[in-house]
Structures are given as C-alpha cells and as structure tokens.
C-alpha cells in the first residue's frame, strides 16, 4: 500500500467519526475471527452439567446454557464462523456478479438480456425462501450455505455493474481509450471496472450483513450450521426456549453480537465506497 493510498483511508476514516467507530468494530470482529479460539477462557464445546443455566457472572460473562457451556466463549469462537460464511458467499457473488453486470452493461444485446432475465429470475423469488430451498435440496453443510448465499447476493452486482457500464461506456474516455488501441476486455477491467467499484463497495457492505444474517436465520431454523458447533444462530435458537423461564442471557447475547455485526457493516457502506471513488483521491 502507498503512502497516498494509505493518507486517502486515514483522511476517510477520520472525516466521519461514525466511520471511525465501524472501523474500529470492524477490526475488533476480525481479530475476533482470527485469534477467538486463543483468547476464550473456555472450551466452547465443553458442557458442565453442575454449571447449567447460571446468569452471567465473573466466572461466566455471558452466563451458560443448558449442557454448563460458557456463552461467551461461544459467543465469541462463532464470530469465526459467521464472519467467514459471509465473506465467502459475497466474495464469490461479487468475482461472478461483476463481470457478468459489466459485459451486459458494455455489450448489450442478446448478452444483455440473458444475464438481466437470469438475475429478474433469482430476484423473482423470496430471497431467504430460495436459500432454504438450495440448501434444503444439497444439504446443510457449510459450502452449500455460502452457495446459497451467493446465489441470493448475486443480482446485486449483477445490476450494479450493468447499470454502471452502461452509462459510462459512451463516455468520452472510453473512446479515447479505444482509440489509444485498448480491447475490450482491457477496458472493462482497467477503465470501468475501477469506476464500477464505488456503489459495488457500499453493496459488499450492505451484503456482508445480509450474508450474516442469512446464515443464522438458516441455523435458526435449522437448515444451516449443525449442532454443538457454536454459530450465532444456533446459540440464539437454543436460548428461545428458556426466555420464558427467565434464562434471557442464553439467547440474549448470541443476538446482540449478531445485531451488532449487521450494524457495524452497514456502516461501513459509505466509507468503503469513499475509500474505493476514485474522484476522492483527488
């Protein structure tokens, strides 16, 4: 990264305190994925029958569940999991998404039109019906969880790429770069692509919560991650049943942690989409 690069994303960060504190939670949430399992005082997986159901404490921050297990060191070892559904699904919707959004935008025509019908089609049905249905039909492992996600996030880029690529490529520079001997590919990767990029980068933000909260809604239900592997909606399903009885830490947490990992990503929107515009850096 250049030290220009490096001076525009400080300048961004700082310009909007808001963003600096969805930075900040942002960072907090990846070293969370990264070093979780190293930081958790307990084992997330072990149970503790003579430890059930106890209300968060200085032993248990988060009190425990049903079977003795710590909520905060699964709380915290899930962040993993979750984070890591939700980047894989929106970064394989943007890589497919984009390209074919661009070439639609820049070729027209027949091309056009089959990836336009082909996203109106996905976009046709319940988004969160369709991924049951996909991942009720391969099954509930996690790579058919990130293919459903994906699929549901697809059109997105899709739109936006197309809707960008086809305002811009009668604009002036393009011309001129095709005068200048540049093919099309090379102008759909080095001159819109990079243009593109901006409402892209507030869609990926606005994505990455939508992933989250898809995969948990998912386990929620029961269709996504698989028992005792610790996942925000598996820990906020298992604790349902006990907030009638009093028991609200079991559920409550797990929700307040996913709740705040959607808001921190849709906040994020707007400064990635500054960080990315290239009119910024100037």
């Known amino acids: 990264m250049s030290n ?3 001076a525009h994303i400080r300048h961004v960060l700082s310009e909007n305190p808001v963003t600096l504190v969805a930075a900040g939670l942002f960072l907090v949430f990846v070293v969370l994925a990264l070093l979780g399992p190293v930081l958790v005082p307990y084992d997330p997986l072990a149970s503790d029958a003579t430890a059930a159901l106890q209300a968060p404490s200085r032993s248990h921050w988060f009190g425990t569940d049903a079977l003795g297990r710590d909520i905060f060191s699964r709380v915290i070892v899930a962040t993993r999991l979750d984070l890591g559904i939700a980047f894989a ?3 394989l919707s943007f890589l497919i998404g984009m390209p074919l959004g661009l070439a639609a935008g820049f070729f027209g025509g ?3 039109r089959i990836v336009t019908r082909t996203a109106d089609t996905v976009m046709a049905f319940p988004l969160f019906v369709l991924a049951m249905g996909i991942v009720a039909a391969l099954g509930n492992t996690v790579g058919n969880i990130v293919l459903a996600t994906a699929i549901i996030n697809l059109p997105f880029y899709i739109r936006v790429a197309r809707a960008e690529a086809n305002v811009r490529r009668g604009a002036g520079w393009v011309e001129a770069a095709r005068l200048a001997g540049n093919g099309n590919a090379r102008i759909l990767a080095v001159h819109l692509f990079p243009n ?12 990455m919560g939508w992933a989250i909260l898809n995969a948990a809604g998912l386990s929620f ?3 996504g991650v698989r028992p005792p592997e610790p996942e925000w909606g598996i820990l906020v399903a298992e604790g349902a049943a006990f907030i009638v009885s009093g028991e609200w830490w079991v559920s409550f947490f797990p929700g307040a942690m996913l709740m705040l990992a959607v808001f921190t990503f849709n906040l994020l929107g707007d400064a990635l989409r500054d960080i990315f515009d290239p009119r910024r850096r100037t």
Do not use: D, F, K
């Open 4 to 6: 220009t690069t490096a």
């Open 89 to 91: 699904a929106v970064l």
């Open 110 to 112: 027949w091309w056009e």
């Open 196 to 207: 593109a990029l901006p409402p892209a980068m507030v869609q990926v933000s606005l994505n």
């Open 221 to 223: 239900i029961g269709l």
